[in-house]
């Protein structure tokens, strides 16, 4: 469990720096290494299980899972929120899509573990052009701490305009990523405090990539300035508070009226799949990020 002293000081540095760090994109922006792919496909079994968890009760919390019946969840990496909508998310049939062919193949295997190849397909394709699905086809589509992989902003332009593209009239777009930090003091600081159970299970490339992550993450005026119009849709963005460390950006219908739902999400037995040392982590950054949807969410566009 991450010190919540620890925390507050960074928060409190964070909050006070000026943004003075320059984004530098990823060394390689394709994961194909076999090393690199084993060590990733790990991160379910760390802290990172805590923001897919959050992320799945935040779509609870704005209504995107009652209709998300068709999904397309997009730079999959090996599966894990693809498999997090089949299993915990109701979704009736999920596409997983990624450039990277090892990735793929992790992820049928993680999804033939489970059980689920029958609702849940993993295909190759660009995330910024993705021509092998018409207008409209998805009811959700996600893409969760993948949106820094993108080299540019036009990439990301791209990708956003795509799940325009993709989402049906009252459909949901829905991005949660990383944020990057003002300074470089205030990144190195937080890639130790949560790297150190990377390097504590002998996961040295995870660590290198989250460390590479956190220098490539948008800053929320990035993400911001990415997002594309949308006749029949409003974008919406938060960043966590009090440290920004995950940001979310989503598009729901004009119409959407922001009432929170009448009971909370209910995982099986009660219990989100995360470990049990992380499991007050978890409840944690639950309340942060519910908290700062309701009070800190700008409406863009």
Known sequence: MISTTQMVALATQHFVSSQTLERVPEPDQLMTAKENVDQFDEIINSNVAISFCGALELLFEIGALARAKNVLDL????GHFSLFLAKYGGAEKVVGVDLSGPMLEKARHNAAKMGLSHRVEFVLGDVTTLPQFHDQQFDLITCTNSAHHLPTLKALQ????????????????????LT?????????????????????????KLYEDFRNSMYAAWTPAELC?????????????????????NQFLFAKTRSWQKNRPDTAFQWPDSRPPVREDLQIDYKRYRQAILTSCRWFRQDLN
Do not use: I
Request: proline content about 6%; hydrophobic content about 40%.
């Open 75 to 78: 730079a999959c990496g090996p």
């Open 158 to 177: 791209e990708m956003l305009q795509e799940m325009v593209r993709l989402m049906d009239e009252q459909g949901t777009a829905f991005v949660m990523d």
């Open 180 to 204: 990057r930090l003002k300074t470089f003091n205030c990144v190195q600081k937080y890639v130790q405090l949560m790297g150190q159970e990377y390097l504590s299970h002998g996961l040295e």
């Open 225 to 245: 300035s990415a997002v594309p119009s949308a006749k029949t849709h409003q974008w919406h963005h938060f960043a966590m508070v009090p440290l920004p460390v």
